[in-house]
């Protein structure tokens, strides 16, 4: 058995429980117990959830959210916008949105990237893909502008600079000289401009098998959704089948990529009617995510001490590398992490 005193680690985290409990104490309906309040996790923002029992046998989610550094209301927009889609999203029964708290549904432990990560790509694994495309191409099916804020070009240039601060600066303890920031720059332009002209949907942004929950009815259970924007609809596709913590075989992942290009298609999606220039735009959002990623992962070892992100940065350079070599326009970003690679000193952390 759990309780507020066992979950403590400092003095400032001591008293956010403290009021996490009171809030608790005030919610009736479903009646929780309170002594059986225990981690259930955290991620790479400042949230965290705890699980807790209730007197009527279910478990429900506590979200942790605190402000300034965090926001609860886009999750309760966004979550009520994806329930009258009828995708599978937890429900929110009690909130406190200036204490950072919500009581969510619980969605169950058992993520996709559980299910898949020590597993070929068989018939179950292909189930898993087919019902997360098929919520996919249903969340995009129900887009609309000016709901959700624009994932513009602004927002993503932002995105990619984390890569050069961050990732090249330093994890990697380099400073670019003014030609190869140029070049950089020119990359990342060329991405910019394939993906903003792009047709746009609602895009969740972290649509990936960390996120996603094996349900038995609705299947995915979808999380994590706060950060939702409207923009290209290519973003959570590479999001899913190009996943920074699961990697799949170039041949399954063109499969699966066919089969929602099919799908969204029949659905009067905006896709290209041209599977290889839509695969094209694949790829390109993919490179501007992963470029993005390496960043975040360094940001998250060296200014919050997060050190597990370390391990998946070789998978996502793999990405960037494999796709920035099929374009003669993304050459030069391939050249560039040669040299920078080639010539990074040996860096230690600094929290």
């Known amino acids: 058995m759990s309780s ?25 309906t479903p009646s929780l117990r309170l002594d059986t309040m225990r981690p259930a996790s955290s991620d790479a923002s400042f949230r965290r959830y705890f699980r807790i029992d209730g007197g009527d046998g279910k478990s429900y989610i506590v979200m942790d959210a605190p402000q300034p550094a965090e926001d609860v209301r886009p999750f309760i927009q966004i979550a009520e916008l994806f329930a009258q889609i009828n995708l599978t999203v937890p429900k ?38 087919m019902d997360a495309i098929d919520s996919l191409v249903l969340m995009q099916s129900h887009s609309q502008a000016e709901v959700l804020p624009e994932y513009d070009r602004a927002f993503l240039l932002r995105e990619l600079m984390i890569f050069p ?138 200014r919050d001490g997060k050190l597990a992100y370390l391990k998946d940065i070789p998978l996502v350079m793999a990405y960037v590398r494999k796709t920035a070599q099929r374009y003669n326009i993304l050459i030069p970003l391939l050249r560039l992490l040669d040299v920078i690679e080639d010539t990074a000193p040996v860096v230690g952390f600094t929290f």
Do not use: C
């Not at 400092?10 to 009736?28: P, Q, V």
């Not at 949105?97 to 790509?121: C, H, I, P, R, V």
């Open 4 to 28: 507020i005193s066992t979950l403590t680690t400092s003095n400032a985290d001591s008293e956010r429980l403290a009021a996490i409990h009171t809030w608790l104490k005030t919610i009736t």
């Open 92 to 129: 929110v029964l009690a909130q406190d949105s200036q204490q950072g708290l919500l009581l969510l549904t619980d969605l169950g432990t058992q993520m996709y990237f559980d299910e898949l990560k020590d597993s070929e790509a068989n018939d179950t694994t292909h189930k898993l893909y």
């Open 165 to 302: 601060e961050w990732y090249i600066n330093k994890h990697l303890g380099v400073t670019l000289d003014a030609e190869q920031n140029a070049s950089l720059l020119k990359v990342f332009d060329a991405l910019l401009a394939n993906i903003v002209a792009q047709p746009q949907v609602y895009v969740h942004r972290d649509y990936h098998s960390r996120n996603l929950m094996v349900m038995e009815q609705g299947n995915p259970g979808i999380l994590d959704f706060q950060g939702a924007l409207y923009g290209p609809i290519t973003y959570d596709l590479v999001s899913l089948l190009r996943d920074a913590y699961l990697q799949w075989d170039e041949e399954k992942v063109l499969d699966w990529a066919i089969r929602y290009w099919e799908k969204a298609r029949r659905a009067g999606l905006p896709v290209t009617p041209d599977f290889d220039q839509f695969y094209r735009d694949f790829e390109f959002m993919g490179l501007q995510r992963h470029i993005k990623i390496l960043g975040i992962f360094a940001r998250l070892a060296h």
